[in-house]
């Protein structure tokens, strides 16, 4: 019995191996996307006191994750409605709420994503969280964003917000 | 006298060396490891797809849950029923990491409206013990579609604009919420 479980532990454990090896020389696009978004979260979200030139390093590398076209609306009731349809509005955007915010967490939370079947295009359903310094609650909203593949990576091409409650 | 000694306490020490070994991980080792992996296994799902927990955190159902209070979901409470009014509902976003706290007050197919604070539902007011602050909400009827289910929280003395509420597609109900 015992040798029959050592076997199955160490048969377990290469496939996980074999497993993790396979994923990391050939990602999936979900994969791809997954770390995508990841690093996103991580651009868009502001340290306390950014040096200007870190707040611009870091806005040029939140653009680079967006198609040249990209459209952005949001629409909160009560609280916003907008549409930047421009890369350079994006841009200008982003760099507003980083010089007036000081400090900013952003999370991407439970990404479900469908590749096309052309595998050039991908949809991602997501939650993202943005918490503010001094607060507890952090302001929640539902994601809905289009991508399309370029050369290795996946930009995003659409992002808009998702009423959860209509 | 001293060679006898020593080995009756050798022998205690081995007996209570057993003992303590049987008491912490059985007769059988590997029978003992597959009872914890089942038991793991078992806890996990039934965190995972059963019994959610879940901490509340905002002020939206005060008085009824408190901010930072721990309570959980029973993601099969709507198998053999579908939801009711009155029940406290745990509504996702995109997935469970993330999820909305609220109580249903319509049902599919009903009309809801807030007149004077109070909720209305196909023009007659609902009669609601668990709202305990006063409020003065007011909005015109509202058809809820035929798989959505009107929610609110209980803290109705918040600014109408600042409390999330709204109809909720059945998809979206994750289960009750138990305590």
């Not at chain 1, 990841?38 to 040096?51: D, F, K, V, Y």
């Amino acid at each position: 019995m015992r040798t029959w479980l050592v076997r199955l532990v160490l048969v377990g454990a290469l496939g996980s191996m074999a497993f993790w090896a396979w994923s990391f020389l050939f990602p999936t696009p979900e994969h791809v996307i997954r770390k995508e978004l990841a690093e996103l979260a991580r651009a868009a979200s502001i340290g306390p006191n950014e040096a200007p030139l870190t707040k611009l390093a870091k806005t040029q590398k939140l653009m680079s994750f967006f198609t040249d076209d990209a459209e952005v609306t949001i629409e909160v009731p009560g609280h916003l409605t907008q549409t930047l349809s421009r890369h350079d509005d994006l841009q200008q955007a982003a760099m507003g709420a980083r010089s007036l915010l000081n400090n900013l967490k952003v999370e991407l939370l439970d990404v479900v994503i469908t590749v096309g079947a052309d595998k050039q295009s991908a949809l991602a359903d997501l939650t993202a969280t943005a918490t503010l310094p001094g607060e507890k609650i952090p302001e929640v909203q539902e994601l809905h964003m289009s991508f399309k593949k370029a050369d290795h990576s996946w930009l995003i091409s659409r992002v808009e917000t998702v009423k959860t409650l209509r | 006298m001293d060679a006898v000694k020593t080995i009756a306490t050798e022998n205690t020490e081995v007996r209570q060396a057993g003992w303590t070994r049987r008491v912490l991980i059985g007769r059988d080792p590997v029978r003992t490891l597959i009872r914890i992996v089942i038991w793991i296994v078992l806890i996990v799902l039934i965190r995972s797809y059963v019994l959610l927990p879940i901490r509340v955190e905002g002020v939206s159902m005060l008085p009824t849950y408190k901010e930072n209070g721990i309570n959980f979901v029973n993601c099969l409470a709507y198998v053999f029923h579908p939801p009711q009014r009155g029940d406290v509902v745990a509504i996702r976003y995109s997935g469970i990491s993330v999820m909305l706290c609220k109580r249903i007050v319509g049902l599919p197919g009903e009309t809801i409206a807030f007149r004077d604070g109070h909720v209305e539902i196909n023009g007659r007011p609902l009669d609601e013990s668990y709202v305990k602050r006063p409020c003065n909400w007011e909005q015109a009827p509202e058809l809820i579609g035929p798989d959505e289910y009107y929610v609110v929280g209980d803290n109705r003395s918040m600014d109408f604009d600042q409390h999330t509420k709204g109809r909720a597609e059945r998809i979206r109900i994750v289960g009750k919420v138990v305590l």
